[in-house]
């Protein structure tokens, strides 16, 4: 079910709606709210793929973007960068160097840094987090893109934040042609 999101680039799909539905079940033990949330397959496999450390996941993520047209037609991939820098791996990049391999397409995954350590999904003032999000991405030797047709790929779209100042980066600093967005999956809702 691939929805378009919208946004200050060109063109931009989600693949996927992220949860299904969500039920509040209470209150753990440890003073936790806990939900039943049944999720796309899309969002179950993010969401294995990034608390569940299932590497795994990435292949069939993968697979299930094939149904996506049109990507080797990019002169580069670029995946956003991530904001928790604790984890092993990072799961966009994964996802971005396969679908790079699968469709031939070349990756530029240290184009765009993150230098905040603030996670931005609990920041709920879309001022403050783009003030944020403006201080901590960077452009790192970006004449790499200047006039080129650029694939920006992010796991999750909620408010597109985080894609329209990559976006804005990109095209300004950068001088890319044309900037278009892929994510996994996208919020029901946007805050």
């Known amino acids: 079910m691939v929805e378009s999101i919208e946004g200050n680039w060109a063109v931009g799909k989600a693949f996927d709606i992220h949860t299904v539905s ?18 796309s397959e899309m969002g179950q496999l993010v969401y294995e793929l990034k608390y569940a450390q299932n590497r795994g996941a ?11 047209k049109g990507i080797e037609g990019f002169d580069a991939l670029v995946p956003i960068p991530a904001t928790n820098k604790k984890r092993a ?14 469709r031939k397409v070349s990756v530029l995954d240290d ?37 080129k047709q650029i694939l920006l790929v992010d796991d999750l779209f909620r408010s597109g934040s985080t894609l329209n ?27």
Do not use: F, W
Request: proline share 2%; charged share 30%.
């Open 89 to 102: 791996y990072q799961p966009v990049q994964l996802i971005t160097a396969e679908i790079g391999k699968r």
């Open 22 to 39: 969500s039920e509040y079940l209470g209150v753990d033990a440890g003073g936790r709210d806990r939900y039943d949330t049944k999720r």
């Open 165 to 191: 100042v990559a976006t804005d980066i990109l095209l300004t600093e950068g001088g890319a042609a044309r900037v278009c967005v892929l994510t996994m999956t996208k919020t029901r809702s946007n805050r």
């Open 111 to 147: 184009l765009l840094l993150n230098s905040g350590d603030e996670e931005l999904k609990g920041i709920t003032d879309p001022v403050a987090r783009l003030d944020l999000l403006r201080k901590a991405l960077s452009l790192h030797k970006g004449e790499r893109v200047k006039g």
């Open 58 to 68: 990435v292949a069939r993520i993968v697979e299930l973007l094939d149904q996506i």
